[in-house]
């Protein structure tokens, strides 16, 4: 099975993990700048997708108006790229992937340290490949899906 994972917004990144028999590979993509790069990607790495998993996210508190519509729409299309592309997918909570890959979920951590918890975690689970903090929580989200 071949997973897409998506983690949203700017700082976010695509993930297309294949764990099958003879097969195994992970590629991971910070997100695309433009929202024509989007589509393009998304409709590249659709194309050898099973299904995608996309983090189910909301404005954050604090977030301001103009920045949590952006981000909204930045989602919105990613939900749609997907359809277009003829992805299925479904949405998971932060905590409930983060815990199914062994991670433990934000707390009383900084978003630092747990970002770095998040990426050291992936380049457990895949040592040959090179992340960073755009694409880490991209490829835990397409292990999600493998499980």
């Known amino acids: 099975m071949t997973i897409l994972g998506i983690d949203p917004g700017g700082s976010g990144g695509l993930a297309l993990v294949c764990n099958a028999a003879g097969e195994s590979f992970a590629r991971v993509y910070a997100m695309p700048p433009t929202t024509r790069d989007i589509w393009l990607l ?3 790495l ?4 099973d299904k995608a998993i996309i983090e ?3 404005v954050m508190p ?4 103009a920045s949590g519509f952006k981000f909204g729409c930045g989602y ?3 939900l ?3 359809t277009a592309a003829d992805v299925p997918y479904s949405t998971v909570a932060p905590a409930k992937w983060q815990r199914a890959v062994g991670v ?10 747990h970002k770095n918890a998040l990426k050291a975690r992936a380049q457990e689970l895949a040592p040959t490949v090179k992340f960073t903090l755009k694409t880490a929580d991209a490829y835990l989200l397409a292990c999600y899906g493998l499980l």
């Open 62 to 65: 604090g977030q301001g108006i």
């Open 80 to 82: 749609m790229a997907l």
């Open 104 to 113: 433990v979920p934000r707390g009383t951590k900084t978003k630092t340290q």
């Open 46 to 49: 659709g194309r050898d997708a």
């Open 56 to 58: 189910k996210v909301g």
């Open 42 to 44: 998304v409709r590249e």
């Open 76 to 78: 919105g299309g990613l």
